[in-house]
């Protein structure tokens, strides 16, 4: 993630808390075309003839939606350089991911 980070980080530097509820509903506009896109390759028809490359493309979007998101100085980050910022997510990201293996574990040995 670091260099994923790193290179959102670096192609917006002008972020600013004042547009971080258009940043969101974007993240929510690029979450709901990843679904429509799925929906229609799931469908019969598939009538806006997407392909498994459309899904992964917009939820690529919406990864660097999130990621910029996260980019952001939060107000109670003031001081927190790019790097700090980077450990404090990379923190979580590890907290969460251990949470979801437990998850994941737990749900592959109730199924045998």
């Known amino acids: 993630m670091p260099d994923m980070f790193n290179k959102v980080h670096a192609t917006n530097r002008q972020r600013v808390m004042e547009i971080f509820d258009r ?24 009538s ?3 392909s498994w490359a459309d899904v992964r493309e917009e939820l690529v979007d919406v990864l660097v939606v999130t990621l910029d998101l996260l980019c952001h100085q939060m107000p109670d980050e003031k001081d927190m350089t790019a790097e700090e910022k980077l450990a404090s997510i990379t923190k979580v990201l590890d907290r969460k991911l251990d949470k979801w293996a437990k998850k994941i574990k737990k749900s592959e040995d109730t199924s045998k």
Do not use: H, P, V, W
């Not at 799925?38 to 469908?43: A, H, K, N, T």
């Open 48 to 50: 806006k003839k997407k």
């Open 23 to 46: 940043r969101m509903l974007k993240l929510g506009e690029e979450y709901g075309e990843a679904c429509q896109a799925f929906l229609s390759i799931s469908s019969e028809s598939n």
